[in-house]
């Protein structure tokens, strides 16, 4: 199912449904595996790889414009977290002058603080890389893994996403309530708003925003039906 227009939109893609049951979707890598046809059928340059259990406000045109003036392969966005927090997520491994040596999936000690967001954009050999991802020791085809073939490859770039950046994680109902709180404060304190006034959601029937429409309170699913 789609929220879809004559050209562009939004697919909504679920996990591959078979004769003996579903597979779920084990690992970011194999969520890009699993879709690998859906992304080939529109031939991109670039593919941008989101994470569902973070909350954000980023206009990604800035972080493909740095992917394409540094010529890289792959761009990684990394934000510092506190060290007492690293163990919860990927994280990445610099030297002393900032140069990547490795990355580590949710380590028991961490070495570094910079915490891998969530936020990728890949070149067209995603697809192909994907392919060459083993099981991890949790059973999942990590996107960690994949960022390690860019790693080898030597063209692998990162973006630190620094002040005036807020970036939450989701990951945990500890977290969501955490985070729910933070963004309370921010919007009735400085007025900032996460999410936008009103954003339509087009008809693929026909090709109007009659249908859904979504505002920071509601959801209009039809002309005068409020949720």
């Not at 939004?10 to 046809?37: D, F, M």
């Not at 620094?162 to 404060?185: C, I, N, P, Y």
């Amino acid at each position: 199912w789609d929220l879809d227009r004559s050209y562009g939109g939004v697919h909504i893609l679920s996990p591959y449904q078979q004769i003996k049951g579903t597979e779920w979707y084990k690992g970011t890598a194999n969520a890009i595996y699993q879709n690998i046809n859906f992304i080939k059928q529109y031939d991109p340059d670039y593919v941008l790889i989101l994470s569902g259990d973070h909350i954000y406000k980023m206009d990604y045109r800035k972080m493909l414009k740095h992917h394409i003036e540094t010529s890289a392969d792959a761009t990684i966005a990394v934000i510092d977290v506190p060290l007492s927090e690293a163990s919860r997520f990927g994280i990445m491994n610099t030297d002393a002058d900032g140069v990547i040596e490795s990355f580590e999936e949710k380590p028991k000690n961490p070495k570094s603080n910079y915490c891998v967001t969530g936020l990728y954009f890949y070149d067209n050999r995603v697809c192909e890389f994907a392919k060459k991802v083993k099981p991890s020791k949790r059973g999942e085809l990590e996107i960690t893994d994949l960022n390690r073939i860019y790693l080898e490859e030597g063209s692998l770039q990162v973006e630190l996403l620094g002040r005036g950046f807020a970036w939450l994680d989701t990951g945990t109902m500890d977290a969501l309530f955490e985070a729910s709180q933070f963004v309370k404060v921010i919007e009735n304190t400085i007025f900032y708003t996460f999410g936008t006034e009103c954003n339509p959601f087009f008809d693929d029937f026909f090709n109007t925003h009659n249908s859904w429409r979504v505002s920071d309170k509601n959801v209009e699913v039809a002309r005068e039906c409020i949720l």
